[in-house]
């Protein structure tokens, strides 16, 4: 069974196995969540994610797919990236969406991690609105099997909170 979680807060003060980064497919980061996990993390994070590009993703990590580097200096053993899809009003991209739930869920499942922390993927600067975001995000962990023990997940505001926990209620 895995318990779901909703804390309020910066997600590169958490604590947990594992901490997703909402990140973009040239892995060289960005800003939002992934210019903050860059700059707590440190350098040894982009160290690994140029490691990668030269290694297994020289065209880029496609969107939905999801990998892990070290954590550097967060409070966690990895980060696992994740490409959330461009929110789009004429195309329904909500499996891509799904796909980065499910896919960084297997990636913790292959490294043994028992607790996962997730920002709303794709709700900034991809412009997903939230309240849909929250319902794929929630149905998804709910709908995969894993051997993640809890998924928690960090909402920066208030707002976004409230939309997740009346999503999870
Ligand atoms: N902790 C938790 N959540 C955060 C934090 C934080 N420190 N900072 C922002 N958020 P975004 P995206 C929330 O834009 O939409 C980057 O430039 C934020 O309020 O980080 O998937 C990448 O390099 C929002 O709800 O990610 C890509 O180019 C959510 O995290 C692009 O943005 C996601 O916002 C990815 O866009």
């Not at 796909?99 to 993927?121: H, K, N, Q, W």
């Not at 991809?126 to 929250?134: H, N, V």
Request: hydrophobic share 40%; aromatic share 6%; charged share 25%.
């Amino acid at each position: 069974m895995t318990t779901i979680r909703l804390v309020q807060g910066d997600i590169t003060r958490e604590s947990a196995d594992a901490i997703v980064n909402a990140a973009n497919s040239s892995l060289l980061g960005g800003g939002g969540v992934d210019g903050a996990i860059h700059r707590r993390g440190g350098p040894a994070i982009l160290a690994a994610c140029r490691d990668l590009r030269a290694s297994r993703y020289g065209k880029g990590l496609p969107t939905g797919q999801a990998v892990a580097t070290t954590a550097g200096n967060l409070d966690a053993r990895w980060v696992i990236h994740t490409v959330g899809p461009v929110y789009s009003r004429s195309e329904d991209r909500s499996e891509l969406l799904a796909s980065c739930y499910r896919e960084s869920l297997r990636v913790a499942d292959e490294l043994g991690a028992r607790t996962v922390a997730f920002p709303a993927i794709s709700t900034g600067v991809y412009r997903w609105p939230m309240e849909d975001a929250a319902r794929i995000a929630l149905e998804t962990v709910r709908e995969t099997s894993t051997g993640v023990e809890e998924v928690r997940f960090v909402l920066f505001d208030e707002p976004a909170y409230e939309v997740f926990a009346r999503q999870l209620d």
